[in-house]
Structure formats: structure tokens, C-alpha cells
């Protein structure tokens, strides 16, 4: 299992139809290329997940550094529960969930890093979050660390040591 990242969003205003329109807009943005084949998960007769890939138009078969596999889920789907906030030093006033699940990060940081500064760039209240650390991106991070040079490690410094 690698290491996994996610978007945080206000529970309120999220729908995985406003998340794929976003992400749409962002694979644009961001110059690379999406696959989607509209396969919906369903459980219990309702809309669970679907997945995109997203990949980097430099992409070769057989290179998995190019590409990112993203879940879109339900808001109702358990696994978008998010808990994490003393951790993470985030007000838990905010009923934020996970969406958007990048299945691995490693390998992949470019196009990730390209695609979440679009994104949040649209959603600039939303947060990046890569699992395994006690630290989120916002809007303001991502922003700033497009001004510099790009770090192949970004996604596992704190963004607030950088720069």
C-alpha cells in the first residue's frame, strides 16, 4: 500500500457532481489528460464512487510516475469521514470529509502537484492533505510554492517550513 492523499472539503457544500466539474476544469488547466469511463459504483441502490485517471501528457505505457488514479465518492459513503483534526490542527467546526482520493502519491508528485494547484485554485477554502503527515496544504501554500522552484519532495515537507 502506498501513500495516499486526499482533498478536504466541507461536508455542506460537497457533490461528487461539483467535484468531478471541478476536476474536470483542473485536468484542463493543468494541461494534462483524463480518463473517465462513467463506471459508478453503486451500493444499495445509490451512487457510491466512480474513478479518473489522470496523467501527464508525457505519459508512456508502462510509466507510472505520469499518472494518478483519483476515487470521487458519495458524501454518504463511509469512507469519506474525516476525524483527523486535532492532528492536523484544524477546527472541527468546519465538517470537513475526504474527497477525492489520490490512491498513490509516490512517483506521481508533479502531476499531482500541477493538478491540486488548479483545483484549489477553484476551491481555495479546501485543503490537500497527504495521509501519512501532520499537515495540510491550502490554497496559500499551493500558491506559494508555485512561485518557487519545483520541489519533487513538496508533497512530503511541511508547507510551512518551506520557502
Known sequence: MGTTAFFLTEREKYSPEKFLSDTIIAVFQSDHRLIFDNHKNIENGRFSSTTLNVLSHSYNSGENNHQFILYVKAKE???????????????????LIRVGTIEEVFGAEEVIFQ?????LKLNQSDYFWVADY???YTWEDIKKLHSMNYDSDWCYKNPKMMG
Not at 493538478?115 to 483545483?119: G, I, L, N, S
Request: without cysteine; glycine residues 0%; aromatic residues 22%.
Open 77 to 95: 459513503n463511509k469512507s469519506v469521514l474525516f476525524h483527523d483534526y486535532e492532528d492536523l490542527n484544524l477546527d472541527p467546526k468546519q465538517d
Open 115 to 119: 493538478f491540486v494547484y488548479e483545483y
Open 134 to 136: 501532520d499537515w495540510v
